[in-house]
């Protein structure tokens, strides 16, 4: 059982590069989300999806885009990469019936330079 | 605006210790308080609270949720170096979305 896997684990970019994260999850989960964890804040959510076809912006969107096409894939970009989105993303999914926890990824370790 | 604010941010304590970590919370349309242990990689779920006062318990892990208050209490008896670990909070509203606390570094000395 993957649960929620995140591809590639780790990538280094330099300034102005674009690049996509994908997240992958195999227990049909209607929810997935996004998030970055940077020392000292915690986990903070980019964007997150509800169901195949829609999107919707988190806490910190901008310099990010999400497409969420296949019921089982979210995947992340960056346009055009800063070294202020160097950080760990982490990927998420839910359920969408029920009051049930989120069940997350191994992260990617993303560094802009 | 929507916060959860975590205490300590850190904390060193021996095995066999037990520890208390904090978290307070403002969040419009309160749902649901979630605790989660992260150590390398991907943070793992331990507990959900959604009612005042009903302790969830496992093995040496308890938590208690006061909504009144609007915090929670995660509890660690007889520590093991193995619970070294981030320990973050968040809260869910009736949107879905969780908003996490800072998180809580727990260091377990043998």
């Known amino acids: 059982n993957a649960g929620v896997t995140q591809t590639p684990k780790f990538r280094v970019l330099k300034t102005g590069q674009s690049m996509t994260l994908l997240c992958a999850q195999d227990m049909n989960h209607e929810y997935m989300y996004w998030y970055r964890q940077d020392p000292g804040m915690g986990l903070r959510l980019i964007h997150y999806s509800v169901g195949e076809g829609t999107t919707a912006k988190g806490e910190v969107p901008d310099g990010y885009n999400v497409s969420r096409l296949k019921k089982q894939n979210f995947l992340l970009g960056l346009e055009s990469a800063a070294p202020s989105q160097t950080s760990v993303y982490f990927c998420a999914s839910k359920t969408g019936t029920g009051n049930q926890p989120q069940h997350f990824g191994d992260g990617t370790r993303l560094s802009i330079l | 605006e929507d916060k959860v604010v975590q205490s300590p941010l850190s904390l060193v304590v021996h095995e066999g210790d037990t520890v208390t970590l904090n978290c307070s919370y403002e969040?419009?349309?309160?749902?649901?308080l979630l605790w989660y242990k992260q150590e390398k990689k991907a943070p793992t779920f331990l507990f959900m609270l959604t009612s005042s006062g009903i302790e969830k318990k496992s093995g040496r892990l308890s938590s208690i949720l006061d909504k009144k208050e609007l915090f929670s209490i995660l509890n660690i008896t007889a520590t093991q170096t193995g619970d070294s670990a981030v320990y973050l909070c968040a809260v869910s509203s009736n949107t879905g979305k969780l908003i996490f606390g800072q998180g809580t570094t727990l260091q377990v000395k043998p």
């Open positions: 969040v419009t349309n309160f749902r649901s």
